[in-house]
């Protein structure tokens, strides 16, 4: 039984809502894992965020904030999300 799949806008809206990111590019990757066991548990998503609520804050603690921001979303269909989460000041 396969679950539903979240779409990439809806995690956008949530991500913008939640983190006022000043750049923000959220992919829908699931298309190049069809055919593999975790295609049928939900999207396979890749996020590129860039907000000032990252400033000072690690790696690990940039992406609890972004699975905190999408914690209705995660369990709706989301498999797997690769996270580029940067400050402004950051390349």
Do not use: K
């Not at 972004?66 to 995660?74: C, E, F, H, N, Q």
């Amino acid at each position: 039984m396969s679950r539903p799949h979240v779409s990439a806008a809806a995690v956008e809206a949530c991500l913008r809502e939640r983190l006022q990111p000043e750049e923000l590019q959220v992919n829908d990757d699931s298309a190049a894992h069809a055919g593999h066991a975790g295609a049928r548990e939900g999207s396979h998503l890749s996020v590129r965020i860039v907000s000032a609520r990252f400033a000072g804050l690690g790696r690990v603690a940039r992406h609890r904030l972004v699975y905190d921001a999408l914690s209705t979303l995660m369990p709706q269909g989301i498999h797997a999300l690769a996270i580029d989460a940067r400050a402004p000041a950051e390349p």
